[in-house]
Each structure stands twice: as structure tokens, then as C-alpha cells.
């Protein structure tokens, strides 16, 4: 049987991890893998991280499964957290899943349920596992254009043309924050057009939101999602605490799906719980429990803000600092945009030849569509890339 199987293309952000580890350079930089860095370099575990496990072990007494749907509680706070009272609690079905990849999968799992003629819209670029899962999975999928280049901006008009050719039914799947690959986030006003533009198409929106708190600030990175929510009778809402709570490893996520009343509420939720079964039966809960505690105890939910807040304006100082050096060094404003876009992540804009440059004499991995990790740098390391950059530049 086994000798059937064909090889698989390897994951390339996985392929350049394992290229950085093997690099025997000293001055190596990996700007590469989609996780958050501190200043010497590692991804510390949060002070209510550590402060919530320790209670956890001393307080529970049994690890029996909890529900398909997980740990009640967990979704109520992460309700809470993404959408406030935007919209009422007895209009959302939701589960626990592991991380929010395995939430974006149950989503697409949701829709090919509901609807298996739906064509799932996503923008281009997006998060390379959106478009991985919905192949494998054989869905019908779009895109629409929603970063230019040269500008380093959302290509709006474009993504707006684009969005004029969805089918009623149909799914366009939106970043709420923080934008992976690009960096770029949609305005306001923009996000308002677009809510207008999909419910006059009758199409449903579906939001991938992973870095809240990462970008302007929790409750800021929820605006968008907030605003798209309560507009709709029908929306899904995939949510990850990997980034905003350090717990990548506990594959912490959930699954909302708002409907218009509580008897669709009932059969989504029973659908949702189904699909649960069919994949892995009962998610995990360690990391669920461990958010949940953080999030309903006010002591430790001050100080996750707090670290939260930190890691943000960390990042943030990071983009300026970056922004400033490539402006001292081209005395130009081309890579200005850094500075503006929000999040881990930013496009350069620059050739996949500049990239393997950069990597071959330089010792600096980003992935090959030149998308960088911020957190991935630090106060010492940020000159080094401005110079590698300008460098490669001139060949």
C-alpha cells in the first residue's frame, strides 16, 4: 500500500527552518518562521501563562474529556474577547479546535457542509495554509487582489473589482488584523465598503483573525472583525491564542459561527460538534483552560495585557527603527511602509533573486516572497539587515 503514496512538495517556511538550523554562521538572522521573538531571541512563555499553569496543576483533579465543543467557558471568554457585545451570545455556536489552523479547517469543513458548491474567496497573497487546505480539501476557491507591490499598500480598487464577481452564497475569507503576509491592513472606510459590497452580493463573510492584540491593540484588531460581525446574519470567525497568549505548542484555537436565529444556532453548533467528532473527537484543553483562567481572573488578565502591550509596542518601535535605517541609508522613503503596516509580518517588496542573496551572503532567511518576521529582529540585528538590504540592492 505505502509504496502508492506519493511525496509530498515540502512546506516552504518548515524547509527554510530546517535550511537556518543547519547554517553554521554565527550572524545568521531567521526572519523567517511566523513566531514572536524577544530581543535575545527566544519565545518566552507569558508571566499569566506560567502563573495560570502553575494554578491549573494545583487545582484540577481530573483529566477527563470535556464536551466535543470543549470547555463551555473557553468559548464564552474568547466570545467575548473577539467580538465583545457586538453580537449576542445566543446567536453564536462555537468549538474549540487545535490552534486556528485546525479552525480554519473545521470552517472549511462547515461550509463544504452547508454549501459544497460554495467558491471560497481569499485575498492574494494570504496565509499559504489557507490555500494548502482548501486544495487538498478540493473546495472551489478564488482570489482577489489585495496587495500592490509597488506600493506596499492594499490594492483596494482592485480587491473591490475582484470582489464584484462573488455569487451569492458564496465565502470571502478576510484577515481581521494584522495581515499575513503583507502587513497591510484594511482602513475603516474600507472595510465598510466591503461589508456593503458582500451583502449586496449575499455572500458570507469569514474571518481569520491570529495576532489580536499584536497590531494597534486588543481592542482596536477587533474593530474589523466587530464591525463585519455585526452587520451579517451569518458570518465564521476563526480565532488563534497562539500568538496573543505564547502558547503556539497547545494548539489553542476556536470556531464561531453566527446565525440569524437560535434554531440555526442549535443546527450549526450540532454540525460543528459533529465535524469535532469526525476529526479528533475532543479537542485539547490544557491550553483552553489556561486562556480561560487568564481571561475571567482580573489579576491575570491585567498582567497578559500588560506583557501583551509590551511585546506589541516592542514591535512596533522594531518597524520604526528598520523604517529610519533604510530611509538613512537609500535616502529614500520607498520602505516607509514598514513603519505603517501593522503585525509580525511585512512584505520588502523585493525579486526572490534579492532574497537568496541575502540569504547566500548575508545569512538572512525570509520567506521567498521577501515576507519578514519583525519579531524575528532586535535593536542590534535591525542595522544588519538595512545594510544587507542595500547591499543587495547594489549586487
Known amino acids: 500500500m505505502l509504496e502508492h503514496l506519493k511525496d509530498q512538495a515540502p512546506d516552504k517556511i518548515l524547509a527554510l527552518v530546517a535550511a537556518y538550523k543547519a547554517d553554521p554562521r554565527d550572524d545568521k538572522i531567521d526572519l523567517g518562521v511566523g513566531v514572536y521573538k524577544d530581543a535575545k531571541g527566544k519565545t518566552p512563555v507569558f508571566r499569566a501563562v506560567k502563573k495560570a499553569e502553575h494554578r491549573l496543576v494545583d487545582e484540577q483533579t481530573s483529566k477527563v474529556y470535556t464536551t466535543l465543543a470543549g470547555d463551555p467557558a473557553f468559548s464564552d471568554a474568547m466570545v467575548d474577547l473577539v467580538l465583545g457585545d457586538t453580537v449576542a451570545r445566543d446567536r453564536i455556536a462555537a468549538i474549540a479546535t487545535p490552534g486556528g489552523t485546525g479552525a480554519c479547517r473545521q470552517g472549511f469543513e462547515l461550509v463544504r457542509l452547508a454549501n459544497p458548491d460554495a467558491t471560497i474567496w481569499h485575498s492574494d497573497p494570504t496565509w499559504p495554509n489557507h490555500i494548502s487546505i482548501l486544495n487538498f480539501m478540493k473546495m472551489k476557491k478564488s482570489p482577489f487582489r489585495y496587495f500592490d507591490e509597488e506600493t506596499a499598500l492594499v490594492d483596494f480598487d482592485g480587491m473591490m473589482a475582484d470582489l464584484a464577481a462573488v455569487a451569492s452564497g458564496d465565502v470571502v475569507l478576510l484577515h481581521g488584523c494584522c495581515h499575513n503576509p503583507t502587513g497591510a491592513n484594511l482602513t475603516a472606510d474600507q472595510v465598510a465598503q466591503v461589508i456593503a459590497l458582500l451583502k449586496d452580493k449575499g455572500a458570507v463573510p469569514m474571518i481569520d483573525i491570529a495576532y489580536q492584540g499584536f497590531g494597534d491593540g486588543l481592542e482596536d484588531d477587533a474593530a474589523t472583525t466587530r464591525a463585519i460581525a455585526g452587520a451579517f446574519d451569518e458570518c465564521l470567525i476563526a480565532a488563534s491564542c497562539s500568538k496573543n497568549f505564547g502558547v503556539y505548542r497547545e494548539r489553542t484555537g476556536v470556531l464561531m459561527a453566527i446565525a440569524p436565529d437560535a434554531e440555526l444556532v442549535k443546527k450549526a453548533q450540532a454540525s460543528m460538534n459533529f465535524l469535532n467528532r469526525q476529526n479528533y473527537s475532543f479537542p ?76 547566500k551572503d548575508h545569512g538572512i532567511y525570509m520567506v521567498g516572497d521577501s515576507r519578514i518576521n519583525i519579531a524575528g529582529l532586535n535593536a542590534d540585528t535591525v542595522p544588519i539587515l538595512a545594510a544587507a538590504i542595500v547591499a543587495a540592492e547594489k549586487g
Do not use: C
Open 284 to 359: 485539547p484543553d490544557h491550553g483552553a483552560r489556561v486562556v480561560t483562567m487568564i481571561l475571567t481572573d482580573p489579576e491575570l488578565r491585567a498582567d497578559w495585557e500588560a506583557e501583551l502591550e509590551e511585546i506589541r509596542l516592542g514591535m512596533l518601535e522594531l518597524r520604526k527603527q528598520l523604517a529610519g535605517e533604510l530611509a538613512r541609508l537609500t535616502n529614500s522613503d520607498r520602505y516607509a511602509f514598514i513603519a505603517t503596516h501593522r503585525g509580525m509580518f511585512s512584505r520588502l517588496g523585493v525579486g526572490p533573486e534579492m532574497v537568496e542573496t541575502l540569504r
